[in-house]
């Protein structure tokens, strides 16, 4: 069965979305303004930038993307993300106007198809995932799985969108033959075909004509860094990162990882790295050792959902750490009083 098949007449004419919003910069505020997009699930940022995103991901870092984005030199020639996942931190930059350009890398090769259409094809891929959200509502469950196997024969960008969209936590996850088998969250419709098609053609207007999508092993990709370049990477957790891991293909094992970094920082490139972190007094994770040389900074990401339901106050801290070249490049008054700020955060929120 072909799933996401245009449909004709009344029923076509039934789920045409109203009207289409298109993204526009608002250039008094410096921030994108969409016609009535606050009413359509829109993300704002913490500072009240509004971002699109267009896919939903588990580990996305749009909550924490202000933050982040605070130690992004002022010129940039290229971001390069290798881990790209759902690309909160490239669209943060590319909403903010950070960098010329934009590179967006993942080993996960359907999902950097995605991120091509998303950016190419914007119109007609919300017109697919439009199609395929209407014909979902037979009977959802079994129409999941159906898309779900379709996706592993075909690899359509839109059918893994419609997946990421319903699929449990957002979760992705393979077995050992490569193949997507996360289960439905049967209480998610995904979202509305006007949503989402606004996040899509938002990110594409961002993005169009300034990106490049590829599906590379990070080690070969940063190997390409010049020192004009800003480096932004967030492998995998730890804890799901082994030689071959159900969630991400591939995992990025921790001695590799240090090498990759201390070539990096030979070549003096400036990066970032999201790397675990602390809930409380428990660490996740091992620390990056001190023989690189990197600034580590903690930033509160808040309270986690399983600490808030066990009844703790814990508060959930991400680590971010600086390259050596990156530090020298914001100079001592961005890296020394942001950093002192963010730990007095920290002492006063752990209390
Ligand atoms: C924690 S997620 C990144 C989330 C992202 N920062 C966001 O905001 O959505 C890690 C990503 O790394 C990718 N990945 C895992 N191993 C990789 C490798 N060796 N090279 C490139 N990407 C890899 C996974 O497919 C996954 O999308």
Known sequence: MRKGVRRSGKQA????????????????????????????????????TRVPHPIPYQGSKRNLSSQIL???????????????????????????????????????????????????????????????????????????CEVRNEFNHTRKPHHFLYLLARCVKASVRYNSKGEFNQSPDNRRMGAMPSTMRDHVLGASYLLRGKAKCTAEDYKTLVQRASAEDLVYMDPPYQGVSGDRDSRYLRGVPFDEFVEVLRDLNKRQISYIVSYDGRTGDKIHGRTLPHTLQLKHIELAAGRSSQETLLGRTAVTYESLYLSPALEKRLGPSRTHCKATVEQLVLLGASR
């Open 13 to 48: 004419r039934k789920s045409r979305p109203t009207r289409l919003r298109a993204f526009r910069p608002n250039t008094k505020s410096g921030m994108w303004a969409t016609g009535d997009i606050s009413k359509t699930g829109i993300v704002f940022d913490a500072d009240g």
């Open 70 to 144: 605070s130690y992004f030199p002022n010129h940039i020639s290229t971001l390069i993300e290798p881990f790209v996942g759902s690309g909160a931190i490239t669209l943060a930059a590319a909403v903010r106007g950070l960098a010329e350009n934009y590179h967006l890398n993942d080993l996960n090769a359907p999902l950097v198809e995605l991120w091509r259409t998303i950016i190419e094809e914007p119109n007609k891929l919300a017109k697919k995932y439009e199609t395929i959200w209407h014909e979902q509502h037979a009977d959802r469950r079994e129409y999941y």
